[in-house]
């Protein structure tokens, strides 16, 4: 359905593809199944009419983002072993050493991320390699916010009809910075569409989940994928 950065993580990537033979999902699923890597698993495999395009007919994604916050300071390697790090941003770290459990502004978190949500160019978080267009970006919030004993693991929620390259790590980071006091979510809005891009800091791929790729009507083939 589209590329995306080295590191990235998929739960539901879609694949098309055509076959001058009839289709038989079963065979094509258990033929996949058997030459596909352990990190790769096929969920399922449908016909499609002859119009989809896995890329082309996509009318917008939903991605997730997980940070970590341990209570006590480890180092990384540590800090990664524990459960709520797994598929997650650790931070402190070596891009934000101030930004700790007890200074981390949830407030302020959740003001950068609402201040995000709007139809505009995002020219202020794209790299500039990034092909340039407007975005909808309808949903940027906390969607999971869970405390244990080892501490805060934040699930975010991104959703638009396009995102442009690195743009996700990118507000991200932007939406971490707020909350260490570096940026003023209050402004945050005006400066996201400036064509010089703010003082950026992007999260890593490893916190990123490709998690819905939607399609209008009768072209999407999961329905069923939330």
Same mark, same amino acid.
């Given at each position: 359905a589209? *590329?995306?950065?080295?590191?990235?993580?998929? *739960?539901?990537?879609?694949?098309?593809?055509?076959?001058?033979?009839?289709?038989?999902?079963?065979?094509? *699923?258990?033929?996949?199944?058997?030459?596909?890597p352990?990190?790769? +698993?096929?969920?399922?495999?449908?016909p499609v009419?002859?119009?989809?395009?896995a890329?082309?007919?996509?009318?917008?994604?939903r991605?997730r983002?997980?940070?970590?916050?341990?209570?006590?300071?480890?180092?990384?390697e540590?800090?990664?072993?524990?459960?709520?790090?797994?598929?997650?941003?650790?931070?402190?770290?070596?891009?934000?050493?101030?930004?700790?459990?007890?200074?981390?502004?949830?407030?302020?978190?959740?003001?950068?991320?609402?201040?995000?949500?709007?139809?505009?160019?995002?020219?202020?978080?794209?790299a500039?390699?990034?092909k340039?267009?407007?975005c909808?970006?309808?949903?940027?919030?906390?969607? +999971?916010? *869970?405390?244990?004993?080892r501490?805060?693991?934040?699930?975010?929620?991104?959703?638009?009809? +396009?995102?442009?390259?690195?743009?996700?790590?990118t507000?991200?980071?932007?939406?971490?910075?707020?909350?260490?006091?570096?940026?003023?979510?209050?402004?945050?809005?005006?400066?996201?569409? +400036?064509?010089?891009?703010?003082?950026?800091?992007?999260a890593?791929?490893?916190?990123?989940?490709?998690?819905?790729?939607?399609?209008?009507?009768?072209?999407?083939?999961?329905p069923?994928?939330?």
């Amino acid at each position: 359905a589209s *590329r995306t950065d080295r590191g990235v993580h998929a *739960r539901a990537m879609v694949v098309s593809t055509s076959t001058h033979m009839p289709p038989d999902p079963l065979a094509i *699923r258990g033929a996949l199944r058997g030459a596909l890597p352990e990190s790769i +698993r096929l969920r399922a495999v449908v016909p499609v009419p002859k119009e989809f395009h896995a890329q082309f007919s996509s009318a917008g994604k939903r991605y997730r983002y997980s940070l970590f916050l341990p209570r006590e300071p480890h180092p990384p390697e540590q800090a990664q072993e524990q459960p709520e790090a797994h598929f997650a941003w650790v931070l402190p770290n070596g891009s934000l050493p101030q930004l700790s459990l007890g200074s981390f502004s949830m407030p302020r978190f959740q003001q950068a991320l609402a201040a995000m949500v709007g139809r505009r160019t995002f020219a202020g978080a794209m790299a500039h390699s990034a092909k340039q267009g407007v975005c909808n970006l309808t949903e940027a919030r906390v969607l +999971r916010h *869970r405390e244990t004993q080892r501490g805060r693991r934040l699930t975010l929620s991104f959703s638009s009809d +396009r995102f442009g390259k690195y743009m996700i790590r990118t507000l991200v980071g932007i939406a971490a910075r707020c909350a260490a006091g570096d940026l003023d979510p209050a402004k945050l809005s005006g400066q996201l569409d +400036r064509e010089e891009p703010l003082n950026q800091l992007m999260a890593p791929p490893e916190g990123l989940v490709l998690w819905k790729v939607r399609y209008p009507g009768r072209l999407d083939p999961f329905p069923w994928l939330a």
